[in-house]
């Protein structure tokens, strides 16, 4: 497909979970003359959201939709989208007088088939980071909640709840962990990507850097190694960690800090989020096995399973991808929510005992007890969404209303000062 796109910047994606430490690998490829590495571009995002809009738009977002599927439906789309980026990429290289951009967007978890279809030639560097700490630096820079009131850890009806009371943004950071990070796991196996470790970034800078650099086809030998200066470019930002601009070298205790940082609950919370397996199988079971001498146990890779399932069903539906003329009505969506907490944690809490046990029916009654736990939670945040819109409706209709007293208020002004 390259050939088609005639000759195009060199584009470099570096992939990693927010809290990952992926604006410090960014910053230290930058320090080399040939790299630009712009603080979170987040451009292949709103590309492959290409033509869907604000609901609010006066042109109407369907007919928008429609139309512009229908239009880039007789061309080839991902031609397009191409010569875009290309286009906004090779600008930015332009003005920088670099060589190679690398479009570091933590989120690009949610759309590597896109990256994959638009720049299938692209190298990726892919940054893994122990979850236990990602999770410390969610709680200690965000204030992302880990662990649900008066609970040992976030139980499956605890989260439910939490997903329908706390802001999207919060939501979507903990979606990074269960959805996020199997994802990229997966990813480390293609071809063209350069997998690096944080805990070795940070206790040996210069020689990742040096390995990293030669497989952009860079001279490692004009970087300079673990510098710190010069981030002047991301104080302009409002992207990227903003604790970058604190250091004067490379920090080394970050490795570990989330030993203190953690409760036992919170521990708890993110090995049932993430896994046992997984943890294992990317190298961390020495992290594993620490959060296990601090009384954390292994429940088993059913209950992670079903965070797993739950997230995906609130992701797709915040991505609209749930076909809402298939679900209930308004009035059915809300009554459902008023009913929720009782019913839905009846069933999530029976989910979560059956998931200590590892034989082979139990897991089939958990799978069973899913399908009805997904359709609760799908009316529910329909019906969350439709508060929501009505609530939006109603600010609206109070906002024209004040117009229309002002405007009133202005011509018996008006009447009074002319007699």
């Not at 070795?200 to 710190?228: F, K, N, T, W």
């Not at 989020?273 to 959060?291: C, D, H, I, P, S």
Request: net charge negative; hydrophobic share 45%.
């Amino acid at each position: 497909m390259s050939c088609a796109f005639g000759r195009s910047p060199a584009v470099c994606f570096l992939l990693g979970l927010p809290r990952a430490g992926t604006t410090l690998l960014a910053h230290l490829l930058q320090c080399h003359p040939d790299v630009l590495a712009p603080p979170e571009p987040w451009l292949m995002l709103a590309l492959e959201a290409f033509g869907r809009v604000d609901q609010r738009h006066p042109a109407g977002p369907s007919l928008i939709e429609v139309a512009t599927s229908e239009f880039l439906g007789r061309i080839d789309r991902t031609i397009a989208l191409r010569a875009f980026a290309d286009a906004a990429y090779g600008q930015y290289l332009t003005a920088a007088g670099k060589r190679i951009i690398i479009d570091k967007t933590p989120r690009y978890w949610t759309a590597l088939e896109f990256l994959e279809r638009v720049y299938p030639e692209a190298s990726h560097i892919l940054l893994l980071r122990n979850p236990y700490a990602i999770a410390a630096s969610l709680k200690s820079t965000w204030g992302i909640p880990l662990r649900a009131e008066s609970s040992y850890s976030v139980s499956v009806s605890s989260l439910a709840d939490l997903m329908l009371r706390l802001p999207d943004v919060i939501i979507s950071s903990l979606a990074d962990l269960v959805l996020g990070f199997p994802r990229l796991a997966a990813h480390r196996t293609r071809a063209q990507t350069q997998l690096v470790r944080y805990e070795l970034l940070v206790a040996h800078p210069d020689q990742e850097i040096r390995r990293l650099l030669l497989g952009l086809g860079c001279d490692p030998a004009a970087a300079a190694y673990a510098s710190m200066g010069q981030v002047d470019y991301l104080r302009s930002s409002s992207f990227g960690d903003r604790k970058i601009l604190e250091r004067n070298a490379v920090d080394q205790s970050s490795i570990k800090t989330w030993q203190s940082q953690l409760s036992v609950e919170e521990m708890q919370t993110v090995t049932d989020l993430v896994g046992t397996t997984l943890l294992t199988e990317l190298g961390y079971e020495g992290e594993l096995l620490l959060a296990q001498q601090a009384g954390v146990v292994d429940r088993g890779p059913h209950l992670t399973e079903l965070y797993r399932q739950i997230f995906r069903t609130w992701w797709d539906l915040r991505a609209g991808k749930a076909a809402a003329s298939s679900g209930p009505s308004q009035s059915e969506q809300v009554h459902t929510a008023r009913q929720l907490p009782e019913n839905f944690r009846a069933t999530c809490d029976m989910s979560v005992v059956q998931a200590q046990d590892l034989s082979a029916p139990s897991f089939a009654e958990n799978l069973l007890l899913a399908d009805p736990m997904k359709a609760q939670l799908q009316q529910a945040l329909l019906a969350s969404e439709a508060d929501r819109a009505a609530g939006l409706d109603a600010i609206r209709t109070r906002d024209a209303a004040i117009e229309i007293l002002r405007g009133e208020v202005a011509r018996l002004e008006q009447i009074v000062n002319m007699a």
